[in-house]
């Protein structure tokens, strides 16, 4: 058994590198799984040959027809193997993208049914490259059925975590419809991968590619947030990791932690927002080395963790040069490249 409780292979078969890392953001679009959305009406493939997917909104959360990218190491493992050696990467820790979620669906048993094929189709992408790939599953998010994807992800199909968006169902993070969820993934210890699945007031993002370079940020925080004020975190203490370095959230501690001692609305928690926040994990897609590295005197280098966004277009190229570009410690950057997920992962960790 892994730390989340489903069959891993045993952490003395896995070698830890003296060089090279594991990234735990990095996206996979299995063709199988594209194909059984196009079957049921669900998805355009006429662009694949050009690195483009259309999909339904419902599944996508995103307008209609629009061209969504589509590396051929999306679905290909051969390519994402080249890719990953050509930056030094070991491994990947790799989840569907958030346009696969169901995010904005509202009907309970398409989301359920569509989030359980996309998890089936990873294992067997991932299952290409045993030694190379682990897989995150996704579930339903905002809907009852939730924890029983996690539980089946784990412990039926071996997934070594849980990749979750920042809303499902129409509902936040912080909806009581997810307590069963986090009870069963703060139980287990499972690695838990947070990925913004929408944006705040997408009308006035509609241009400049401003979703993903500020919607997402901000989403990633406003969720975060929640989980805070909500006291999901008081109560279930999760293993819970924020892509893009945790978005707008780490320029907040200071006002969150204002708030908190000024509002009594937001006095909800025994602790200060901070205190929780600095629990979490973070990746290191950034974009930036001093904010890189302010992360890191924030959290300390035990709490960052290697993630590129593979293979999208906002993505790190030169992963290991970012995070050795720090001038950090022989430990500390050790700990950022490998170790800090490997012990989140199951996977052994470098002596």
């Known amino acids: 058994m892994g730390l989340n409780g489903s069959q891993q292979a045993p952490a003395a078969a ?24 196009a079957e049921r009406g669900l998805a355009d493939l006429t662009g694949v040959p050009d690195g483009v997917v259309r999909l339904d909104p419902r599944v ?51 989301a359920a049914d ?21 897989g995150l599953g996704s579930v339903p998010l905002g809907w009852p059925e939730a924890a029983g994807e996690a539980r089946r992800a784990l412990d039926d199909l071996g ?6 968006g920042s809303r499902g169902g129409g509902r936040d993070l912080d909806d009581p419809v997810n307590d069963d969820l986090w009870a069963l993934l703060s139980e287990r210890r499972t690695f838990v991968f947070l990925h913004p699945s929408g944006v705040p007031d997408p009308h006035r993002q509609a241009d400049f590619w401003l979703p993903q370079l500020v919607g997402y940020p901000m989403e990633t925080a406003l969720s975060v947030a929640r989980l805070v004020f909500g006291r999901v975190l008081e109560r279930f203490p999760l293993n819970l990791c924020l892509a893009h370095g945790g978005g707008c959230l780490p320029a907040l501690r200071g006002r969150l932690d204002m708030g908190w001692e000024r509002k009594d609305v937001a006095r909800t928690t025994r602790v200060k927002p901070s205190e929780f926040t600095d629990r979490l994990y973070y990746d290191t897609a950034v974009f930036d080395p001093t904010r890189l590295r302010r992360l890191v005197e924030d959290v300390g280098a035990g709490h960052v963790l290697l993630g590129t966004d593979h293979p ?8 290991l040069d970012t995070v050795r570009g720090l001038g950090l410690d022989r430990e500390s950057t050790r700990a950022i490249l490998w170790d800090n997920a490997a012990g989140l992962l199951g996977l052994q960790v470098a002596h």
């Open 159 to 164: 997934l070594a975590g849980i990749a979750i």
């Open 14 to 37: 896995v070698t830890a590198p003296t060089a090279g890392a594991i990234d735990v953001h990095a996206h996979a679009m299995p063709l199988p799984l594209l194909e059984r959305l």
């Open 312 to 319: 999208f277009e906002l993505g790190d190229r030169a992963p």
């Open 60 to 110: 996508s959360g995103v307008g209609p027809r629009a061209s969504l990218p589509l590396a051929r190491s999306q679905y290909d493992v051969d390519v994402r193997l080249s890719e990953m050696d050509a930056v030094g990467v070991e491994r990947h820790a790799v989840s569907l993208p958030p346009f696969l979620f169901c995010s904005t669906a509202d009907e309970r048993r398409f």
């Open 114 to 134: 569509i989030v359980a094929q996309g998890n089936d189709e990873l294992v067997g992408y991932v299952a290409d490259a045993p030694d190379r790939l682990l």
